[in-house]
């Protein structure tokens, strides 16, 4: 059995934490939370932690009711600060950039080394990050290549010695 983690007063989406109300069957204790709507609702612990359980319900019904597919940006229920990460890299929400996803975001990566030469890359060119580490997207990290052999023919190069 482990330890109690004492969540009152912690926020877990839309669901402030009020007390422990009792262990369910499993052994899991049973949180009363305030959701941001004003219902009171019951939640597991672990639920609470792990984003299964956002809000009393309100979350789904407002969820179903929107135009999902027409909200995007800001005005979509999912926002997250136009940020998002993908296999470690970092992007961003750019709509407008001739290179953006389907979803509109743009490899930070890419937008930083665009901001840096003053234009867009063009499709065939690679950003390389100087000391492989891809989460390190500052101006004097990068270079580009202007396509993908040459990155690789770099890399070929820094193995051999």
């Known amino acids: 059995m482990g330890i109690r983690i004492d969540l009152t007063g912690h926020k ?31 939640a597991q612990g672990g639920h609470l932690r792990n984003g299964q359980i956002k809000s009393c319900g ?16 800001d005005k979509a229920l999912h926002w997250k600060g136009g940020v998002k990460y993908l296999g470690g890299y970092k992007y961003i929400y750019a709509p407008s950039h001739p290179r953006a996803t389907r979803a509109g975001y743009v490899k930070a ?24 580490n ?20 770099h890399h070929a190069a820094q193995r051999r010695g």
């Open 12 to 42: 877990y989406n839309r669901l402030t934490v009020i007390r422990a109300i009792r262990k369910d069957k499993g052994g899991q204790t049973v949180w009363r939370c305030r959701c941001d709507c004003g219902n009171i609702t019951e």
């Open 134 to 153: 891809i989460e390190d997207d500052r101006p004097l990290n990068l270079t580009v290549f202007p396509n993908q052999a040459a990155h690789i023919k």
């Open 109 to 132: 990566s890419r937008l930083v080394a665009e901001s840096k030469m003053n234009r867009y890359l063009k499709p065939h060119e690679v950003v390389h990050h100087k000391n492989r």
């Open 58 to 73: 309100c979350y789904r019904s407002e969820y179903r009711s929107c135009k999902c597919r027409e909200a995007t940006g």
